[in-house]
């Protein structure tokens, strides 16, 4: 396979230095992994931090910024983080307010996470923890208990951050992101394997013809593989999934989110399905995000996420943000 890389072992140090070059706006520590808002601590703010394994961009680096993240641990490849990062994060972005972590829900994320908490606590930094489950296609998997994390991880990141930018104290911006969490579903497809640097080749295999359904940001298996589906029969199997585990009672923020290799000209005809789909089902549309968010490299693909959202959700939806990744009214 073809990469624009140097070698695979220095991907994501020359990754973060591109970033730094790119992006004045943010302290990117190449050396310890952190990417922080060049404005932290902001007083009287609580400091939000997530993070992950790389490869996944924009998430999570590609939030940092007002409205959104104070701070991003960037791992290796689809490998988590460690505590050592998540604690130096923390530290950088906490005004004594407290600090949120916003956690991926896999195993490796969440027992460093977990251990960085009680490091920082120890420092004498208060935290509090939003796990990110959002994921309706698989109970348990090769990286997780229960519910993987996926695309609701962008929804908690900017409600949550804008509720951290208006003042709100910890226990609330908790609140808030929990909320967002419990309110958020999602479901990808596959059809196109994904290539690590590491490996050079596609990590698993899917013959031509076929799709994954229900696959994971990291390749991980999904609910079965069909021979090639319409964006339409697609976007009916995607939704009704997402539909079969939450009835919505308000408006819906709707991701359509592309897993890296998928041209937008086919993210947007999908989206068209995707809110056909919702208004045959009376499913209301507040907002629809399109593009390349929450990805997995190369893989071919795309993942729907529905968030339904009461007027602060939305209010706090709608906020300015200015990050690499994402901003609007600024």
Known sequence: M??????AETVVADALRGMAAAHPELVVDVDNRVIVRRDAPVAGKVGL????GSGHEPLHGGFVGPGMLSAACPGEVFTSPVPDQMVRAAAAVDSGAGVLFIVKNYTGDVLNFDMAAELAEDEGIQVAKVLVDDDVAVTDSTYTAGRRGTGATLFVEKIAGAAADEGR????????????NENARSFGVALGAVTTPAKGSPTFDLPTGELELGIGIHGE???ERRAM???GEIADFAVGAILDDMTPRNPVLVLVNGMGATPLLELYGFNAEVHRVLAERG???ARTLVGNYVTSLDMAGA???LCQVDEEMLRLWDAPVSTPGLRWGM
């Open 2 to 7: 073809k990469m624009l890389i140097n070698v």
């Open 49 to 52: 931090v997530s993070g992950g």
């Open 169 to 180: 104290p910890l226990e609330r911006v908790e609140a808030i992101g929990r909320q967002v």
């Open 221 to 223: 298996p999904g609910r």
């Open 229 to 231: 589906m319409t964006s």
């Open 283 to 285: 499913v209301a549309v």
């Open 303 to 305: 993942s729907v996420t």
